[in-house]
């Protein structure tokens, strides 16, 4: 089993002056689920090398064993530091493909091109395609097969509008997630704020949060060992 874990490389939230990235958590407990049933992971972002981390998943409140362990894990780290470039990683060398949420993808691989293409490209092969959180995002430029978006008529979830108010960026985000997935035809559907939720659709498997993103791997294995 190869897997791709596609990083952004968006740094700034929005103008707060503030920044943004990857969430740990969203990274690391899929991560370790992935090395523990054996797999290869790969990792990959837009401008390559290290990705910015989101502070604020770096906070003592957002702590769980999984983010502990990756900051320990020195191999993690360098691994983490030298991320190939999108550009330069194809579908053919992976079974499938994993984004970790955060905001950063909100700005930057909502309309990366090479995400877009590389996430058709598995989509064509029929490989999963996996995204958690603020994630979902990716999903909202590319189209299959008919040139139709990917996520229309496909039961998926994503980062909740009423979770967007509880960590009051509603106005700072270039767009709601929720709101998005719907209006380009996705089965939208969700539970609890900050609640693990997990829907799949075939290989096309959406968390809602960061507390979806260990049940998320978990499917994803699933599919992968058959």
């Known amino acids: 089993m190869k897997i791709l874990i596609v990083l952004t490389s968006h740094s700034e939230l929005g103008n707060t002056g503030k920044k943004t990235g990857f969430w740990i958590e969203e990274f690391a407990s899929p991560y ?25 998943s770096d906070e003592p409140a957002s702590q769980t064993p999984a983010t502990l362990r990756f900051k320990s894990d020195g191999d993690l780290q360098t691994l983490l530091a030298h991320t190939k470039k999108l550009s330069e990683v194809s579908a053919d060398d992976f079974d499938a493909i994993f984004y970790p949420g955060g905001h950063g ?17 598995f989509w064509k092969s ?23 978006p990917l996520v229309k008529g496909k039961k998926v979830t994503g980062f909740t509008n009423t979770e967007e108010e509880g960590v009051k960026l509603t106005d700072i985000v270039p767009f709601l997630l929720e709101d998005e997935l719907k209006n380009k035809g996705g089965i939208y559907s969700k539970k609890s704020d900050w609640q693990s939720y997990v829907v799949k659709d075939g290989l096309l498997i959406t968390g809602q949060n960061p507390a979806s ?8 294995i699933k599919i992968l060992q058959g």
Request: aromatic share 6%; charged share 25%.
């Open 32 to 56: 370790y689920v992935f090395k523990g049933a054996g797999a290869s992971v790969f990792l990959a972002s837009p401008m390559g090398g290290q990705p910015p981390i989101d502070p604020k």
């Open 105 to 121: 993808p909100l700005w930057d691989l909502t309309t990366d091109k090479d995400s877009i293409k590389l996430i058709q490209d």
């Open 126 to 148: 029929k490989k999963p395609v996996v995204a958690v959180c603020h994630a979902p995002s990716v999903l909202l430029n590319v189209l299959d097969d008919k040139g139709e």
């Open 213 to 220: 993103s260990e049940e998320a791997a978990h499917e994803l």
